[in-house]
């Protein structure tokens, strides 16, 4: 190692300086701190560590250890959040039996976790980045562990449901900083473009693996015994991530926005409670209460956010249309094509007489395609970048839902799967985009935020979207439920085209803003 010292008014000298000299802090840099400054709390002393004297290699060998491992458990926690969301769609009439559940509570099983999770992912995204992502990715871990196994012990609908909605809030923690964890470790480029494609294909592994979990262990075993297992595993996730996972978190902390979170989690709740409610009847006082409240809950969470000085979502956000963009297609996935296949299963068992194992099969040929798309996404030509993606992709979405509708009586389950296969392609490519752009459309340091603002649109527009499928596939006047199937995905495919004519916008409101 050596120094440059000025020996003159130009001359420039090398000077031979020792490794061990060049890593000990000299006394003028220590005395330079005043006592005063050294007892102020806000004051950040002298970097007094020996410097990192690896060799270049050795250094991003190590970055890659850390990026590889990082990248498992982010898509592990992912995977099994959506195991666990997606466990009851195939078993429902076995678990609606143990549980005495009638058809309200039935569609609570279904809908409750979606109100934990719409209420926590930007909660805990925004937590993560102020207190660190790993810290609160290890919680989640532990709740959504805990919470399974209380669900998997409970004899009665109420408390099922309550444990389904902690399950969400758990699950929440899991997405939201585990695409945090992986925005922070890889920067934007080609990496991050790998990176959130193995993400984006376990949203649909965890889609495809919960039905068929449940479906094979309900008859040897029973229901509850998969309920176990994702519990279990999900607790030994959760201490692999303490041991393994590095910490982060943005490098200016805010302090959490306590009074929008509140706002935004009893507003989100309240809409929820409001729309799952409403499918006994919308004239209902609880139904137009819960509803109301929510909407009046929510202004006042827009207000707050545009008057404190470090917000829960900050709303000048929406004046980036990437951001937009990307928000809306989240929106308009979870009201399209989730909720069209959440409700897949029972009209599968119902409307075809298939088996719960048949059901969960013909759901896993749309997920495990998008599995499969997700992950061949890096491949895709650099013009074609993320927005597009998310265009072309919501485009594809919805040709796959066009496909599916039509079914009749007589139809097997096979009459499904061109259909499927269709939007399993558009899904995959769009959960890629989906995940990348996430984190790319916030500023640096503010993953958690994206990934919560992101997939609380997502899980927000799945509540809605269910609720509007099981609305139209059960109408008295639909003329039964394969009739009522075909209204209800027609609809799921127009809100994919909107979601595509949303991003469309963005893309020409970017271009005239100077934008690439």
Not at 12 to 29: D, E, F, Q, Y
Not at 372 to 383: G, K, S, Y
Request: charged content about 10%; glycine content about 14%.
């Amino acid at each position: 190692m050596s120094d440059c010292a000025l020996t003159g008014p130009n001359t420039v000298r090398t000077v031979a300086a020792s490794p061990v000299a060049a890593a000990r802090p000299s006394a003028a840099r220590l005395s330079a701190v005043s006592p005063s400054a050294v007892s102020s709390p806000h004051t950040r002393l002298p970097d007094t560590r020996l410097p990192d004297t690896r060799l270049p290699d050795t250094r991003a060998e190590a970055n890659q250890v850390e990026q590889r491992r990082t990248l498992a458990l982010a898509s592990l926690g992912t995977f099994l959040a959506l195991v666990a969301f997606t466990l009851p769609m195939s078993a429902l009439p076995t678990v609606a039996a143990a549980l005495h559940a009638g058809a309200e509570a039935q569609t609570w099983v279904l809908s409750s976790m979606s109100v934990g999770l719409a209420a926590g992912l930007l909660v805990s995204g925004a937590l993560a980045d102020d207190y660190g992502r790993r810290r609160v990715f290890v919680l989640g871990g532990g709740v959504l562990g805990v919470t399974l196994v209380i669900g998997a012990a409970v004899g009665s609908a109420l408390p099922f449901v309550l444990a389904r909605v902690a399950q969400g809030a758990g699950a929440a923690a899991l997405v939201a900083c585990g695409l945090g964890l992986v925005g922070h470790v890889f920067p934007a480029g080609p990496g991050r473009a790998r990176a959130t494609g193995v993400w984006g294909a376990s949203v649909g592994a965890g889609i495809a693996t919960g039905p068929l979990l449940a479906a094979a262990l309900d008859g040897p075993v029973g229901w509850r015994v998969a309920y176990l297992l994702v519990g279990l595993a999900t607790g030994g996730l959760g201490v692999a991530a303490r041991l393994l996972l590095a910490e982060s978190h943005s490098d200016r902390p805010h302090r959490v926005d306590l009074p929008g979170a509140v706002l935004l989690g009893a507003g989100l709740s309240s809409v929820l409670v409001g729309l799952v409610t409403g499918r006994s009847g919308w004239g209902q006082p609880v139904v137009i209460g819960a509803l109301a409240a929510g909407a009046l809950l929510l202004a006042a969470f827009l207000l707050l956010e545009w008057r404190t000085p470090a917000p829960l979502l900050d709303p000048r956000l929406f004046r980036r249309p990437d951001f937009v963009a990307v928000t809306a297609a989240g929106l308009a996935t979870g009201l399209g094509v989730v909720a069209a296949m959440s409700v897949l299963c029972i009209v599968v068992e119902r409307g075809l007489g298939a088996d719960p194992v048949t059901a969960a099969l013909v759901l896993l040929a749309w997920s495990g395609v998008s599995v499969l798309a997700a992950l061949a996404a890096r491949r895709l030509p650099t013009w074609l970048n993320a927005d597009l993606q998310l265009l072309i992709g919501l485009l594809v979405v919805a040709a796959g839902l066009v496909g599916l509708a039509g079914l009749q009586p007589g139809d097997g389950p096979g009459r499904l799967l061109p259909g499927l296969i269709v939007a399993g392609v558009g899904s995959g490519v769009l959960n890629a985009a989906l995940g990348r752009q996430a984190v790319s459309s916030v500023p640096a340091g503010r993953a958690g935020m994206g990934s919560g603002a992101n997939n609380t649109a997502r899980y927000l527009g799945s509540a809605v979207g269910v609720t509007v499928v099981a609305m139209l596939a059960t109408h008295p006047g639909s003329g039964g439920l394969l009739a009522g199937w075909t209204v209800a995905v027609l609809v799921c495919a127009l809100f994919s085209v909107l979601g595509g004519i949303a991003v469309l916008v963005c893309l020409w409101w970017r271009r005239a803003a100077g934008g690439v």
